[in-house]
């Protein structure tokens, strides 16, 4: 029985001995399995990691990286964290210019067999003509991923060295390629496995727009500098305006001074041509004649008695006396009149000389004398022209003002008026300058003519620069009152009813009087 038993317990324990050892190995297959697993796991999540800390690293390249050098120099970086590479080609396609062009090119190994005969060692563009023996075109063209293995496809590069495997992929926007990302590996017996290849789609998806992004950016800043140089060019030539507005506006004071002194010089040569002829052909030669005479005469009283030459000399004094008193007075009247003349001159160059040193300061000024002034340079013209000048000015206290700088505006809108109305009107030409002050304290200065007018179309265009209704006129003096009056915190407008009903021009300048300054 005992025998028995221990036989039974020998048969029911050695199965459970087998089955012990069975599960032994098998939780050990288990555990090797699982430790793979999770090793594989954990590789898994550390490569996740990695891609999207290169991921993080693209977008943050792409927005602080100051030059598109140093864009594709981290881009190098970061994907030779993640694979094996020997050479990189970042090859941008430029559709709209029918180029290629390689702004990134490093190759460890082939770099200097390949030369300067190589196109990638040149970063001009390339026109697509000589690009389409190249691989990265054929990555264009397809808009696919090419690969390129030695071992399938010998003799497709044409310059350099053969590598072991090549990966072209394109870089897309909006599904257009807009360039071409490339690895390769000079390795013998290396392959990209499938799955690197896919990281780096993922990863070209990320540098095509991190890639558009930075050239947006260029592109804008480019725009800027090209905006800011415009910006500074049309300030200088603001600045140059507003230098040529005030010589235009000394040149018109000279014009009108040298027109001025023109005319009285022709005054001084006709009052100087009429005292030389007087003098020329005086009588005054009689009288020396008729003291000969005497000389010669030894007993005056027979002379005067007998002689008829005597007898009509009192005559003939009488008659000399007047022509030479005649004479005497019309030499007189034109010395009196050159000395005027000359005067004249005197004061219109005094003015030009006080005028011309004066350049943006301001000063005490008469509003009535300076209007004066004004006339006086143009005066000539206004007389040739018959323009009548009408003053109407109500009582004002002397102001602050740039003196040469209204006095240029003004001396442009006489001008103005004058050749409106010459234009306009046969006769009757009347300019009414009226000066006052408005209810808002500004000084108000009016020039109306009765000349040809301003349509109405032009009135909004009168003081733009380049604008004229002349045939001869250059669209620059009313430009130039404007830039003026602006410059002198005051405005300039004009106002008519239409052609033929002359027009209205208005001055407003801050009433600053001038012993508020004192």
């Not at 030539?237 to 235009?248: D, F, G, K, P, Y």
Request: aromatic share 6%; net charge negative; proline share 3%.
């Amino acid at each position: 029985m005992n025998s028995n038993s221990r036989d039974v317990d020998r048969t029911v324990h050695c199965p459970e001995e087998a089955d012990t050892v069975e599960s032994g190995e098998s939780n050990s297959e288990k555990l090797i399995d699982r430790i793979e697993k999770l090793t594989a796991l954990v590789q898994a999540n550390e490569r996740n990691e990695q891609i999207q800390r290169a991921v993080f690293k693209i977008a943050r390249t792409s927005t602080t990286a100051e030059t598109m050098d140093a864009f594709y120099r981290s881009i190098h970086e970061i994907v030779a964290e993640l694979t094996s590479i020997d050479a990189i080609i970042i090859a941008l396609f430029h559709r709209d210019e029918g180029c290629m062009s390689f702004p990134y090119y490093v190759d460890n190994f082939d770099d200097e067999q390949q030369g300067d005969e190589s196109p990638l060692n040149n970063r001009e563009k390339i026109p697509v003509e000589k690009c389409k023996d190249m691989l990265c075109w054929k990555v264009i063209t397809s808009n696919e991923v090419i690969r390129y293995q030695a071992r399938n496809n010998r003799g497709l590069v044409p310059f350099g060295k053969h590598s072991e495997d090549w990966v072209g992929i394109p870089l897309r926007l909006d599904g257009q390629p807009i360039g071409v990302f490339s690895i390769q590996s000079y390795q013998a017996g290396f392959e990209y496995r499938e799955e690197e290849i896919n990281l780096m789609v993922f990863i070209s998806q990320h540098i095509a727009s991190a890639l558009q992004h930075l050239r947006d950016r260029e592109s804008l800043r480019q725009s800027n500098e090209k905006l800011k140089r415009e910006i500074e060019e049309r300030e200088l030539i603001s600045q140059r305006m507003v230098e040529l507005s005030h010589q235009a506006g000394k040149a018109e004071i000279a014009t009108g001074i040298l027109h001025n002194i023109g005319n009285v010089l022709n005054s001084i040569n006709v009052s100087a041509g009429l005292a030389e002829e007087t003098l020329r052909t005086s009588r005054v030669g009689s009288l020396k004649n008729a003291a000969n005479l005497l000389n010669h005469q030894e007993n005056l009283g027979e002379f005067f008695t007998n002689d008829k030459r005597g007898r009509a000399f009192p005559k003939f004094l009488g008659e000399l006396s007047e022509v030479l008193h005649a004479e005497r007075a019309k030499m007189k009247s034109e010395l009196s009149m050159l000395s005027s003349h000359l005067e004249h001159v005197k004061v219109v160059v005094s003015m030009q000389q006080a005028y011309a040193g004066l350049s943006g300061l301001q000063e005490c000024v008469s509003i009535p004398e300076l209007l004066s002034d004004a006339e006086l340079l143009i005066s000539s013209s206004l007389t040739r022209h018959q323009v009548e000048v009408i003053r109407e000015f109500e009582p004002m206290p002397e102001v602050m003002l740039e003196k040469q700088k209204l006095l240029q505006v003004i001396v442009n809108l006489l001008k103005n008026a004058k050749d409106s109305m010459t234009l306009g009107r046969a006769h009757g030409r009347k300019l009414i300058i009226r000066v006052s002050l408005a209810a808002d304290n500004m000084l108000q200065i009016q020039f109306t003519d009765n000349g040809e007018g301003i349509a109405a179309e032009n009135l909004t265009n009168i003081f733009s620069h380049g604008f004229t209704t002349k045939n001869d006129g250059h669209g620059f003096g009313l430009h130039s009152c404007a830039n003026a009056m602006k410059e002198m915190d005051g405005e300039i407008f004009a106002r008519s009813s239409g052609s033929g009903t002359g027009a209205t021009f208005t001055l407003r300048l801050p009433c600053i009087p001038a012993d508020s300054q004192e």
